[in-house]
Each structure stands twice: as C-alpha cells, then as structure tokens.
C-alpha cells in the first residue's frame, strides 16, 4: 500500500466548508428547542446611577408575555457577586458582570431587565414598554480626560515581575538625553469587535441542576466554569456546545450580562430561552479594544542605532473590572536598545469592560512603536526598513537569551520586494499618479508563540473511520481542518476517515481559542491521541494476531477495513472485531509542553508593507497593495493559513482607515450604533493581500514546528498603512483612524 | 417593532385616502429606512399603506422631460438606457448610494423621504427635536463631524442623506404628488425643507400626499457630469460630502453649469451663486476654484465639522474637473 500523500501544509478545503456555505452549520442562535421562548434585554440609558424605580406592568400585560425579570423578582445564582462589590479589590477580567443582583447602573445599556415572550417580536415589543426612573450620577466616558487617575494595575502592584508592571532596561527615560531624539503621542480609539454572528446563547435548563448552552463562545471549558460557579453546579452538570462561531476576533473570550440573563430567564419561565443582541447591544456589553493613549520617546545615533526607547501607555478599563493586555510587549524586545523604559497604566471609565480584540495589546502598542520607528527613520533621513535592519536583534534583549526560531530578515526581504519598496522615495510626496500622491510603509508585528495544555481522544469506528473529539472551538480559523490534517498525517489516513470534531464541553478537555495558540496547543495532543490509538489498536490485534505483539506502533497500518502491519499483509485484525472487544478503542491523552521552552523566547513575527494612494483634494486613502509576510514556524494548511492573514490584514485596513466607536461624553453613550456609523472595511477596501510565509518548523513550541498566525496578521498592519499614508503626503497621523478629514 | 395594520393598496386614490384620513398611517415601498426606523422605535406608525401595487414604475418620455414613476427602483434607474443617455448625472449618484442590495429595494419616491441619519434622531434616549419637537438638538453641542455647515437652524443641525437628490436638485427635477385636493407639482429644490423652527417636517408634502413621478427637463447635461462622493470607505457609506456637478462646454467655454451639494443640510443644496460664475468663463481648474470659494460663502462649522470647509471647495474643484475631462 503507497502511502497517502502528506497532508501537512497541503491548501486542503475546509472540512466544514460545505456546511457553512449550504446553511447547514448551526450557529448559537439557530437551535430550535421545543417550547422555546425568546428573550430581549432592556439596557440602561444612563451611565452611572441607580434605578430609582423600574415599571414593568404593561410589558407583564403584553400579548405573549411569560416574565418580566429585573433585580427585583430575579432568582439570585448562588455563586453570583456584584461587580465590583469590593473596590480596593477590582477583579480582574474573568468574572462577567451579573445582572439583576442590584440597582447600580455602570455602564450606559447595562441590561436592567430582561423581557421573555413566547416569540421575539413579542419580546420586542414588550421590552420597550419598560420604563425606568434612574437617580443619575456623575460619569466618566472619556479617557483623555481621566488620564491624571491612571492607576498601575492590581496585578502589577502584586507582581512586580508581571508584564503589566513598569520595565526597566539601562538608564530611566534616557531618551531625553539623546542627541537625535523624538516624543510623539499616539491615540487608539475604541474599537468594536463586531463579528457577522451576534452574541447570542440558547440556555435550557435540562433538569433543575443540569444546564444545557448553546453559546457563541471561544471557550466551551471556560464558560462551562463560569456558570457552573456562578449557579453553584458541578461542572459535570453544565454543557456548553459551540460547534459554530461566525467569528469573534477575542469578543466572545469572556463571559457576558446577556449569558447570565439568559440563563436567569430560562430558569425562570422553566423553558429553553433564546437570547440574540442587536447590533446596537454589540457595542456595549461585549468588549472592544479600548481606547488607548500613548507616548513614545526614542533616542538614536546619527548613525541609526536606538540609544533609547520610553513607551508609556494608558488604557481604558471598567469601574468594576481591570482589564489588562500587552500594549508594551513589542517594544520591550523588538529592537536592540540598551535603555528602555515601559509603563502601562488604566483609567478606570463607566463603560463596560473592554475585552481582547485580534492582536489585541500588541496591535494598539505596535501603531506607536512601528510609526515611531518611521519618524525616526525619517529624522535620520534612513530607509525604515535599513533602520529596522540596523536595529535588529539576534536574541531576545528583554530577557537575554537566543530566540526559539527567527526569520524576520527573510519576511523583511520577500515583502520588500513584493510591495515594490524599492520605488519608495525618502522624501514624501515624491510619487504620484495624476490626483493620486503614492507612498509606501511597513509595519512590523510580533506575538508569543504560546502553547498550553490539552487533551485529545480518538477512537476506531467499526466502519474504520477514526474519531476524534475536542472541546475546543473553531472560531473561523479553520481548526477542524487543520486538526483533520494533523490526524491524517499521523495515522497514514486520507482525510476522509478522520472525523473531528470540536465545540463540546464533553468531549477532551482543551483551552479557550485565543492568544494564536491553538494549534500549538491542541495541535500536538491530536498527533498524541492518534499515536496512542494506532498503539492501543496493535494491543487489541496482538490478542488474536501474535504477529502484532512484536510490531513496531510505526509499522502498524489502518487498511481500509482492517489493521494490518507493513511488510506483513498476512496479518490482518478486522475493525468489526476490534471494536468488539471489551473496552473500546476509545483513548485519551494529554499533552503539555516540555521544559525545553524556559530557556528560549519563543515569537512568531510579521511585517506588512502597504502601498497607498492618498488623493490630493479630497484625502480619500486607497491601500493598493498590502503584502503580509509571517515567520509563524511550519504552515499546516497554506490556504486556511493565508486566509487569517488576509483576514487580519483587511482587520488592520480596519484599524487604520476607519474604526471608531464614539461616545457623546455628556450622556455617556455610544452615537455609533450599527455598521452604517461604524465603518469596516467593505470589498472595494481592501487590494488583493499577498501573503508570503517563511515556513520554517520551530525547533521548541512543539513538535510540529507550529508558533501561532492569528494576531500577528493584524499586528503591525495599522502603522504600515499611516506609515505610507506618511510617504505619500508628508502628513503624520497619530490619532487612528485615518479619515479624508485628517488629510484635506 | 410596534404593533401596526398593515394594508395594501391597489389604486393611488385609496392610498391617499387612507394616509390622509390617519395622521398615524404612512406609506411604505422599499422599506429600506422606515423599517430600520420602526425597528428601533424611532417611528411608530399604526398602520402601514403598501404601495408597491401601485402603477407607478414607469420610466417614459414625456413633454420634453424624462419622468421617473415614483417607485421605479433605485437600481432600475440607474440602469434605464433614457436616463444612462439623457442625464448620467443621475446614473452616477445613485452608484453612489448604499449597496445593490439596497438599491434593488429602495425606490426613487423612497429615497427621497429617507430621513437623517443623526445618530441623535436615532436613539431614542437622546434628545432630538427632529425625532421629538421641544426636546432639544443633541448635535448642536455634540458629535456633529456629519453634521450641516448651511442652511442650519438652533433647532437641528442634520443634513440630508440622499445622494440621488442631489443629483435631482441639480437637474431642475420637478416632484410630482397627487393628494386628497388633487394633482400638483413641486419644484425639486422646494421639496426638502430647512429645519427652521420645525425640524420634525423634512418636506413640504401635505399629509396624504403621494409622489407619483419625478420629471427630469431634457438638457444639455450628457457629456460633461460628475458626481464625486467622498466617504469613510469605497463604498456603502453616507457621505461626508458630495458634489454634482454638470457642464455644458463649447469649445472649452462653459455655456452652462449646475452644482449641488450633499451633506452640507436639511436638503439637497443647489449652489446656483456658484454656478453663475462658472458660466461664460473657460473651463479651467483656477475658474473652478473662484467658483469654489463662491459656493462655499456662508458656510459655517460646528465643533467637529470643521474639515467640512476645507473640503468642500476641494472636491466641488474635482468635481469640475472630472466634469470637464469628462
């Protein structure tokens, strides 16, 4: 028997892709239970308070009406606690807001109540018969205001080795006095996540202890743990199932108001709710990257050597929860500079708590250490490219020892060559076509190469087919297929007879989808798990075949119907009588990583070069040309692969060009409120991206090589983009997003 | 979404009637603004009129004009051969507008009638005399960076977002509108209102009055037109701005000229001061910029509109140009 084709790297089709395009993928919200009721939330309409009073008596009387449930008639979950009932202790993210334990309003749409009817449109309805009377108080939605109450982390205060707390490399701000140097000022604003899916759940209480969700969440383990705590439930008892998710770029990483209220509700009406936010409640209750401050001082020989770096950022969190993300990573140990200085701080806002959004710290952080290092370049009178080249560093100087694998030099040079940068002029606003100025930029991106702990388990079907289960989800990476990939390869299978499947808290345990880590994690666990099944399978023969005792697990072959050996075609265990055996095939491993990873610092790094074109009149930006290069170790599927690091690029068109969810401070709510008011980016935005990977296998994150592609897509793309927005008009934009208004 | 009646109309005559007859009915065809408007409770009409029945689809020549039908689709329009010939201005601003989707639904009465998309007058916890006369403009002191630089009262400041009316305005478009007293016609550039002291009137139609057509007067516009939108992203975005522009040039001397601008206020705005000192002149980018500068007298700017001054004459000048190369 040939051997099948290797299936590793291979731009295999999406093993669920026929599903999602026919319809026949399930998403959270379209789980039709019987006697389902559809539940709609009322959000407050101020930002910081207390309901003074709540009338729900002409929504109770609406047609179709089974509960009106606010803080005053709501069940109390046992594990359930007040946010922020302890304010010199604010928690830090992984406790979500529950609703209706008490009056307190934080946040502008904190839900106030839930309406729960036999349809959604009678939900619809009631809910806006509603009517709260608030006792207002004074509130703070403005970060730029509220910079002089920054405070350093909990986290940071505890552990002062925390990558929240103040960094210190050679002199303190040294900087300032640099011969050659440069302090500028960056703002992100916030961004919202918005997936196509909204948020949405489907809670069904099986049994008065055993709670059933269909939930739109990266996490099915962690939002199991989330509410069996919160009810006071054995995890055992409560099941979460997301085999679908229409995307999330970090915004369904956190357990939300509306999971709760969902769950509060179905206990309430003893029925299966279902509970879908508008667009408009995306905005409010389910994260965003929030708006960040920053200011960079840097300090460089005439030469082109950085002397010196002082990154300081301020980050927007809740009153009742510290949100905290890597801003300041990058800078730490991107470039080679003896003296750095790092502060991170939080203003505390009475918005709702911002989450993880793609790339998430470490893409607001890159915007200002990517357009600096173009300032810089530009000071110097340098090619930013020779600048980084001049500035790059061998190992890691943050914490002093050799990178895992870096082939950031090979990315620098492929996507200068795609992009054309050579036709890149020092001086702005050189290079134009008619009414269109033209400029070129690059922006370099970087993130851990994270891998954690996970289980896999596999099993023989008697047909042959070999099944393996993970809780993990597949938010739209493609990590059915990539997982599919791996088994096909371990066990010499086609991938036809691997079935993966994903999305159950029943099934092996396995972390959240987040953080670029999956395949790095889960990736090796389901390389073990076919491992142990081939061995486990050998064993099972061995009974009725001596001929596979003695066998080696590598000569041990799945033949269509049969377990047979190579070079022994004699030997022959049918599938029908191994699965007959006492026990099962079944079998599940953990994996973790070794120790070998402590002495190395492992990244996957990005750049990304843009072309723009910025018309002179009307300051329209046009990204011609977007070119992604990544060192992310070994490629499982180029083509699910490149399609995150298109995604990620159009993200960054995002970020650059047009995100921006605005708040009207004096009422302390969003005027942004659908995607008609908050832009992404539309088709015509985007050029075709080219990707180009190193696709070399890392020699420590695991043992198939992989480092992680998710956020460095999006990670470095923005300054690129503001960079060449730079190059072709001179005009340095260091308040995101860059709109014509900013140009003209 | 409130509960409503819904009634199809099958005869313009009953339509009329039973809008004029219920200051709670209004008429619906595409839908494409009133249901998102109902969705969010910001209009809470009882009884919905569908009109989609009704004969009124037609694109025909008549009496020297082309008259549009009332509920000609969007997209229809702009790719009827007549008016692709006859007015490509036209063709141009509704490409422009929102998406195919859209356009394949909404239609040329609809579009008209589309209110403003101030995010003041959408939420319904804010305050909007628009939305709710007495309550006060929550742009005037707040986010207003779409907001208007003309026309402008203390009372509203929301400009509108119609791309198609611009166009129309330009065109000497005529509406024409049957109603409970009968048949009339409506000059287009007196059919949108400013907001004065009654900004929650976005037009000058009487209740029940229905738009039948919309008449466009054969003109010399056929060659020389553009219509430049300038917008967050390519495509699918209200606009910051927008210019239409129409010249009629003879041997490289503008015998004629029509200028009009969108989302500078309460209606499409025609810059006819303008358009006078095109006329007669060469066409030339430095003429193009003194009509510029004359157009944009008397604009005024809030808070965060202010990058609406500066580029304003800018993309009026490149919608000459284009225009002109055109």
Same mark, same amino acid.
């Given at each position: 028997?040939?051997?099948?084709?290797?299936?590793?790297?291979?731009p295999?089709?999406?093993?669920?892709g026929?599903?999602?395009?026919?319809?026949?993928?399930?998403?959270?919200?379209e789980?039709?239970?019987?006697?389902?009721?559809?539940?709609?939330?009322?959000?407050?309409?101020?930002?910081?308070?207390?309901?003074?009073?709540?009338d729900?008596k002409?929504?109770?009387?609406?047609?179709?009406v089974l509960?009106?449930?606010?803080?005053?008639?709501a069940?109390?979950?046992p594990?359930?606690?007040?946010?922020?009932?302890?304010?010199?202790?604010?928690?830090?993210?992984?406790?979500?807001?529950?609703?209706?334990?008490d009056?307190?309003i934080?946040?502008?749409?904190?839900?106030?109540a839930?309406v729960?009817?036999? $349809?959604?449109?009678?939900?619809?309805?009631?809910?806006?018969?509603?009517?709260?009377?608030?006792?207002?108080?004074?509130?703070?939605?403005?970060?730029?205001?509220? #910079?002089?109450?920054?405070?350093?982390?909990t986290?940071?205060?505890?552990?002062?080795?925390?990558?929240?707390?103040d960094?210190?490399?050679?002199?303190?701000?040294?900087?300032?006095?640099?011969?050659l #140097?440069?302090?500028?000022?960056?703002?992100i604003?916030?961004?919202?996540?918005?997936?196509?899916e909204?948020?949405?759940?489907?809670a069904?209480?099986e049994?008065?202890d055993?709670?059933?969700?269909?939930?739109?969440t990266?996490?099915?383990?962690?939002?199991?743990?989330?509410f069996?705590?919160?009810?006071?439930? /054995?995890?055992?008892?409560?099941?979460?199932?997301?085999?679908?998710?229409?995307?999330?770029?970090?915004?369904?990483?956190?357990?939300?108001?509306? @999971?709760?209220?969902?769950?509060?509700?179905?206990?309430?009406?003893?029925? /299966?709710?279902?509970?879908m936010?508008?667009?408009?409640?995306?905005?409010?209750m389910?994260?965003?990257r929030?708006?960040t401050?920053?200011?960079?001082?840097?300090?460089?020989?005439?030469?082109?050597?950085?002397?010196?770096?002082?990154?300081e950022s301020?980050?927007?969190?809740? $009153?009742?929860?510290?949100?905290v993300?890597?801003?300041?990573?990058?800078?730490?140990?991107m470039?080679?500079?003896p003296?750095?200085?790092?502060?991170?701080r939080?203003?505390?806002?009475d918005? =709702?708590?911002p989450?993880?959004?793609?790339?998430?710290?470490?893409?607001?952080?890159?915007?200002?250490?990517?357009?600096?290092?173009?300032?810089?370049?530009?000071?110097?009178?340098?090619?930013?490219l @020779?600048?980084?080249?001049?500035?790059?560093?061998?190992?890691?100087?943050? #914490?002093?020892?050799?990178?895992?694998?870096k082939?950031?030099?090979?990315?620098?040079?492929?996507g200068a060559?795609?992009?054309?940068w050579?036709?890149?002029?020092?001086k702005?606003?050189?290079?134009?076509?008619?009414?269109?100025?033209i400029?070129?930029?690059m922006?370099?991106g970087t993130?851990?190469?994270?891998?954690?702990?996970?289980?896999?388990?596999?099993q023989?079907?008697?047909?042959?087919?070999?099944?393996?289960?993970?809780?993990?989800?597949?938010? =739209?990476?493609?990590t059915?297929?990539?997982?599919?990939?791996?088994?096909?390869? $371990?066990?010499?299978?086609?991938?036809g007879?691997?079935?993966?499947?994903w999305g159950?808290?029943?099934f092996?345990?396995?972390?959240?989808?987040?953080g670029?880590a999956?395949?790095?994690?889960?990736?090796?666990?389901?390389q073990?798990?076919?491992?142990?099944?081939?061995d486990?399978?050998?064993?099972?023969?061995?009974?009725?075949?001596?001929?596979?005792?003695?066998?080696?697990?590598e000569?041990?072959?799945?033949?269509?119907?049969?377990?047979?050996l190579?070079g022994n075609p004699?030997?022959?265990?049918p599938?029908?009588?191994?699965?007959?055996?006492a026990?099962?095939t079944a079998?599940?491993? @953990?994996?973790?990583?070794?120790?070998?990873?402590?002495?190395?610092?492992?990244y996957?790094?990005?750049?990304?070069?843009?072309?723009?074109?910025?018309?002179?009149?009307?300051?329209?930006?046009?990204?011609?040309?977007?070119i992604?290069?990544?060192?992310a170790g070994?490629?499982i599927?180029?083509?699910?692969?490149?399609?995150?690091m #298109?995604g990620?690029a159009?993200?960054?068109?995002?970020?650059?060009?047009?995100e921006?969810?605005?708040?009207?401070d004096?009422f302390?709510?969003?005027v942004?409120?659908?995607?008609?008011?908050?832009?992404?980016p539309?088709?015509?935005?985007?050029?075709?991206?080219?990707?180009f990977?190193?696709?070399?296998?890392?020699?420590?994150?695991?043992?198939?090589?992989?480092?992680?592609?998710?956020?460095?897509? $999006?990670?470095?793309?923005?300054?690129?983009?503001?960079?060449?927005v730079?190059?072709?008009?001179g005009?340095?934009?260091? @308040?995101?997003?860059?709109?014509p208004?900013?140009?003209? | 979404?409130?509960?409503?009646q819904?009634?199809?109309?099958?005869?313009?005559?009953?339509? %009329?009637?039973?809008?004029?007859?219920?200051?709670?009915?209004?008429?619906?065809?595409?839908g494409?603004?009133?249901?998102?408007?109902?969705?969010?409770?910001?209009?809470?009409?009882q009884k919905?009129?569908?009109?989609?029945r +009704?004969?009124l689809?037609?694109?025909?020549?008549?009496?020297?004009a082309?008259?549009?039908?009332?509920?000609? +689709?969007?997209?229809? !329009?702009?790719?009827?051969?007549?008016?692709?010939?006859?007015?490509?201005l036209?063709a141009?601003?509704l490409?422009?507008?929102?998406?195919p989707? +859209?356009?394949?639904?909404?239609?040329?009465?609809?579009?008209?009638?589309?209110?403003?998309?101030?995010?003041?007058?959408?939420?319904?916890? +804010?305050?909007?005399?628009?939305?709710q006369?007495?309550?006060?403009?929550g742009?005037?002191e707040g986010?207003?960076?779409?907001?208007?630089?003309?026309g402008?009262?203390?009372k509203?400041i929301?400009?509108?977002?119609?791309?198609?009316?611009?166009?129309? !305005?330009?065109?000497?478009?005529? !509406?024409q509108?049957?109603?409970?007293?009968?048949n009339?016609?409506?000059?287009?550039?007196d059919f949108h209102?400013?907001?004065?002291?009654t900004?929650?009137?976005?037009?000058?139609?009487?209740?029940?009055?229905?738009?039948?057509?919309?008449? %466009?007067?054969?003109?010399?516009?056929?060659?020389?037109?553009h219509?430049?939108?300038?917008?967050?992203?390519?495509?699918?975005?209200f606009?910051?701005?927008?210019?239409?522009?129409?010249l009629?040039?003879?041997?490289?001397?503008?015998?004629?000229?029509r200028?009009?601008?969108g989302?500078?206020?309460?209606?499409?705005?025609?810059?006819?001061?303008?358009?006078?000192?095109?006329?007669?002149k060469?066409a030339?980018?430095?003429?193009?910029?003194?009509a510029?500068?004359?157009?944009?007298?008397?604009?005024?700017?809030f808070?965060?509109n202010?990058?609406?001054?500066?580029?304003?004459?800018?993309?009026?000048?490149?919608?000459?140009?284009?225009?002109?190369?055109?």
């Open positions: 028997m040939n051997a099948p084709e290797k299936k590793i790297g291979a295999m089709n999406r093993v669920d026929r599903q999602k395009v026919t319809g026949a993928a399930k998403y959270a919200a789980y039709d239970l019987p006697n389902m009721a559809y539940a709609v939330l009322v959000g407050s309409t101020i930002a910081k308070g207390r309901l003074s009073s709540i729900t002409a929504a109770e009387r609406a047609p179709g509960a009106v449930i606010t803080h005053l008639n069940p109390k979950a594990g359930a606690k007040p946010a922020g009932k302890d304010p010199s202790q604010p928690q830090t993210v992984g406790s979500a807001l529950q609703v209706f334990l009056d307190n934080r946040f502008n749409d904190q839900p106030i839930v729960v009817a036999d $349809t959604l449109e009678r939900a619809r309805f009631a809910a806006r018969l509603v009517k709260a009377q608030y006792a207002p108080e004074k509130h703070q939605t403005n970060l730029e205001a509220n #910079k002089a109450n920054a405070f350093l982390p986290q940071a205060k505890k552990n002062p080795k925390s990558g929240a707390a960094y210190q490399r050679g002199q303190v701000d040294a900087y300032k006095t640099g011969a #140097k440069l302090e500028a000022e960056y703002v604003p916030t961004e919202v996540h918005h997936p196509m909204l948020q949405a759940i489907t069904h209480w049994a008065p055993r709670l059933t969700l269909y939930d739109k990266q996490g099915t383990m962690a939002t199991r743990r989330d069996a705590r919160q009810w006071g439930l /054995p995890e055992a008892n409560v099941k979460v199932i997301a085999t679908y998710v229409g995307g999330a770029f970090g915004n369904a990483l956190h357990s939300w108001p509306h @999971e709760s209220a969902a769950i509060i509700a179905a206990k309430v009406v003893n029925r /299966p709710v279902k509970l936010l508008t667009r408009e409640q995306m905005f409010t389910v994260g965003y929030p708006y401050w920053q200011k960079i001082g840097m300090s460089a020989t005439a030469d082109g050597k950085i002397t010196a770096i002082t990154h301020i980050g927007q969190t809740s $009153t009742y929860e510290e949100f993300e890597a801003t300041l990573g990058q800078t730490k140990m470039y080679e500079s003296n750095l200085t790092t502060r991170y939080l203003a505390a806002l918005v =709702g708590s989450i993880w959004m793609r790339g998430p710290g470490e893409a607001t952080g890159a915007f200002a250490l990517e357009s600096a290092m173009d300032e810089m370049a530009f000071l110097l009178n340098l090619d930013p @020779e600048f980084r080249l001049r500035n790059y560093t061998n190992q890691d100087p943050e #914490k002093n020892r050799p990178w895992s694998s082939f950031l030099k090979e990315c620098y040079q492929a060559e795609r992009v054309g050579n036709k890149r002029q020092l702005p606003g050189a290079l134009r076509d008619g009414e269109w100025l400029g070129y930029g922006g370099v993130f851990g190469a994270h891998r954690g702990s996970s289980k896999a388990s596999a023989l079907l008697p047909n042959g087919t070999v099944l393996l289960q993970s809780a993990v989800t597949d938010i =739209g990476p493609g059915g297929t990539a997982m599919t990939q791996i088994a096909a390869d $371990t066990l010499g299978l086609a991938p007879r691997i079935r993966f499947e159950n808290s029943d092996a345990q396995a972390p959240t989808q987040g670029s999956i395949v790095n994690t889960v990736g090796p666990a389901v073990e798990a076919c491992l142990a099944l081939k486990k399978l050998r064993e099972l023969a061995a009974g009725g075949n001596s001929a596979f005792a003695s066998a080696k697990k000569d041990v072959v799945l033949a269509d119907t049969h377990l047979t190579t004699t030997a022959r265990a599938y029908t009588d191994l699965v007959k055996q026990g099962g079998v599940t491993v @953990e994996s973790k990583p070794s120790g070998e990873g402590q002495k190395v610092s492992m996957s790094f990005s750049v990304h070069f843009a072309e723009v074109r910025v018309h002179e009149l009307t300051g329209e930006v046009r990204v011609s040309k977007l992604s290069c990544a060192d070994t490629i599927n180029e083509k699910t692969a490149g399609n995150q #298109k990620g159009v993200g960054g068109i995002g970020m650059a060009l047009m921006h969810a605005i708040i009207d004096r302390g709510r969003y942004t409120k659908d995607l008609a008011d908050y832009h992404v539309v088709h015509a935005d985007s050029p075709a991206v080219e990707v990977f190193v696709n070399k296998p890392d020699p420590y994150v695991n043992q198939l090589g992989t480092k992680g592609i998710g956020e460095i897509a $999006t990670i470095g793309v923005a300054p690129a983009i503001a960079n060449a730079f190059n072709a008009t005009k340095r934009v260091r @308040e995101l997003p860059i709109t208004d900013k140009l003209v | 979404m409130n509960q409503f819904y009634v199809r109309a099958t005869k313009p005559q009953a339509a %009329i009637e039973a809008v004029a007859k219920d200051p709670n009915a209004r008429f619906i065809a595409g494409t603004n009133l249901v998102d408007l109902m969705k969010r409770g910001v209009m809470t009409p919905l009129v569908d009109i989609n +009704l004969d689809r037609k694109i025909e020549r008549q009496n020297n082309l008259r549009i039908g009332a509920l000609a +689709l969007n997209s229809t !329009v702009a790719d009827d051969r007549q008016v692709r010939e006859r007015h490509p036209l141009l601003a490409n422009a507008g929102a998406s989707q +859209l356009r394949n639904m909404a239609t040329v009465g609809g579009n008209m009638l589309q209110r403003t998309r101030c995010p003041y007058f959408y939420d319904t916890a +804010l305050p909007c005399n628009k939305r006369p007495g309550s006060g403009c742009a005037l986010i207003n960076r779409m907001h208007a630089i003309f402008f009262s203390d509203c929301a400009v509108h977002p119609s791309d198609m009316s611009v166009a129309l !305005v330009a065109l000497d478009a005529t !509406v509108v049957s109603g409970p007293k009968g009339r016609s409506i000059p287009f550039a209102r400013l907001p004065g002291d900004p929650e009137k976005d037009t000058n139609l009487e209740p029940g009055e229905l738009i039948t057509a919309v008449d %466009i007067p054969d003109g010399p516009f056929t060659k020389h037109v219509y430049q939108k300038v917008r967050e992203r390519a495509s699918y975005a606009a910051l701005l927008s210019v239409a522009a129409a009629d040039i003879d041997n490289g001397t503008i015998k004629a000229a200028l009009a601008m989302g500078v206020a309460h209606k499409p705005w025609r810059l006819t001061a303008a358009e006078q000192a095109l006329i007669g060469p030339t980018e430095a003429i193009f910029r003194q510029a500068t004359v157009a944009m007298q008397g604009a005024k700017a808070k965060h202010e990058y609406k001054l500066r580029l304003g004459p800018n993309i009026i000048v490149q919608a000459l140009k284009t225009a002109a190369a055109a």
